[in-house]
């Protein structure tokens, strides 16, 4: 029986990175995508003074394990990465902002160098720049930074929770602040996919800390009996089928060719060399998810400009597949559309000469991710209807649970994350932007909450495109959006400026 369609975000939900390589876990739940030729955005910024040239500075923070208990554990302490850039800022005694941004499930370092949008606007604030890193990613790792004991049992494993991140980030920005006598100055959250979610519950949870959020691709409400499950992919199709109906009924059809092909004779042999893949290891299940993987990130990326946040790919990546897949040259056979479509994500730069369906480790340190996806970040997106261009699947928690049990020995607890923060009808100051091509858009918030909960949406705008550094060729729409979180961030530092001289 084949693994259901898009069990890659069964672990992955927002760790969208893919590349040359693409691993198969030993679980049998689940695959993981990884990467050992990613490379972070090439950007340029106004030089300093000093002629240096760094976007950041790396500090460390003695960060304490566990904020909620007062267990003799809950006292040890860690080294907390953030990263810092005081090229513009104006400085204590002007009361400066302070732009934090809440970092993802990853590398610090990475997200970084892709959030362009606050090196930008920086100058025009005379803003501090803080990018803190996620307790269990990257170097900012418990257990005395040794993963092989972070990462060996549930024990351990359980202070990686979202409440306890947000925790880390309250307790480092107050402290930095004060190191700063910049104990008044505003401070302004910003994040991305789940760095989204966490700005938006940071500012819900330490209104105190942050005068608002902007929260970019944050699928808040993509829980259970919130979010269809089918939405995810309902808009992947709708992403393609937008671009070209043969496009749609070309991907849509492949799958039982695919599998079909793969039952005959000689049949996984004729798979391997129409796809390219490298002689080690060759599955169907694995080839069709690698396949899945292409579509579903390149509509999550399908960005204005040319880009190189998960691999390399041309403006436009999802026009740029179904103009290889309608391409007249590549006759009736589906294999090698589907390879040219492929090629688009995989290997836009082409340099790859086979393709990789076996294991490989991950440089950008994401592997925690599955954890959360077992405990609190249980998020719905594997629905596949009749009209999908994925086969048809439903949505089976009593299989993710079981999973679970078995990788980790816990039980996911679906309705935490809904019960810890509410759902998104209270609070101020926060910006959800949103663009309609990204298939998390179905679970995040597209409409006005409030005069102060904000819904900025873009129909031809992707997985938070608005934070990438800004280039010549951005279109007018983007420009506009970007504007408009400009403007809105700026009436919150002017009221937070009036009120503070008020009660001074």
Avoid at 263 to 275: A, I, P
Avoid at 319 to 344: E, H
Avoid at 396 to 402: I, P, Q, V
Avoid at 482 to 504: K, V
């Amino acid at each position: 029986m084949r693994i259901e369609a898009n069990l890659i975000l069964f672990f992955w939900a927002f760790s969208i990175f893919s590349c040359l390589c693409f691993s198969v876990s030993s679980v049998n739940f689940g695959y993981r995508f990884h990467s050992s030729a990613i490379k972070a955005e090439q950007v340029k910024l106004p030089r300093k003074s000093s002629g240096t040239n760094k976007l950041y500075k790396t500090k460390y923070f003695t960060q304490i394990l566990d904020h909620f208990n007062f267990n003799p554990k809950s006292y040890q302490k860690f080294q907390h990465r953030y990263l810092i850039n005081d090229t513009y800022w104006g400085g204590p005694k002007k009361n400066s902002p302070i732009f934090v941004y809440t970092g993802n499930e990853g590398d610090i370092e990475w997200f970084a160098q892709n959030t362009g949008f606050m090196f930008d606007i920086a100058p025009h604030f005379q803003a501090l720049l803080v990018f803190i890193e996620h307790r269990f990613y990257g170097k900012s790792i418990p257990f005395g930074g040794d993963k092989d004991v972070a990462y060996s049992n549930a024990s351990t494993l359980g202070y990686l929770t979202s409440t306890q991140a947000l925790a880390d980030y309250a307790t480092l920005i107050i402290d930095l602040k004060k190191n700063l006598t910049a104990v008044d100055a505003p401070v302004v959250v910003v994040g991305g996919s789940y760095g989204g979610m966490l700005a938006s519950w940071f500012r819900l949870k330490y209104p105190h800390v942050a005068i608002g959020a902007l929260a970019s691709s944050a699928p808040i409400l993509n829980f259970e009996n919130i979010t269809s499950p089918y939405s995810f992919n309902n808009i992947i199709t709708q992403d393609f089928r937008s671009e070209s109906e043969n496009c749609y009924k070309v991907i849509k059809g492949s799958w039982k060719k695919i599998e079909d092909t793969g039952k005959q004779s000689g049949g996984l042999e004729l798979l391997r060399k129409s796809f390219r893949i490298c002689k080690n290891f060759i599955d169907v299940d694995v080839l069709e998810s690698w396949l899945e993987t292409a579509f579903a990130y390149t509509a999550m990326t399908d960005y204005p400009t040319p880009s190189n946040f998960l691999n390399p790919m041309p403006a436009y990546p999802v026009k740029q597949m179904c103009k290889a897949i309608d391409d007249p040259k590549s006759g009736n056979d589906t294999f090698a559309k589907l390879y040219g479509a492929a090629s688009v994500y995989y290997n836009y730069s082409g340099t790859a000469t086979c393709f990789n369906l076996a294991y490989s480790p991950d440089p950008h340190g994401l592997d925690m991710w599955s954890w959360q996806a077992c405990t609190e970040m249980i998020m719905p997106t594997s629905g596949s209807n009749k009209e999908s261009i994925f086969p048809e699947n439903q949505w089976n928690y009593s299989r993710r649970a079981a999973g679970c049990k078995a990788f980790y020995g816990v039980h996911p607890r679906p309705n935490w994350i809904t019960t810890e923060f509410g759902g998104h009808r209270y609070g101020s100051n926060m910006i959800f932007f949103n663009g309609l091509r990204d298939p998390w858009s179905g679970g995040g918030v597209l409409k006005n909450i409030s005069k102060t909960i904000v819904a900025i949406v873009a129909e031809q705008g992707a997985h938070h495109v608005d934070l990438r550094f800004a280039t010549k060729d951005d279109p007018k729409w983007l420009r506009d959006v970007r504007q408009m979180e400009i403007n809105i961030i700026s009436d919150w530092i002017s009221q937070y400026y009036h009120d503070l001289a008020h009660q001074s």
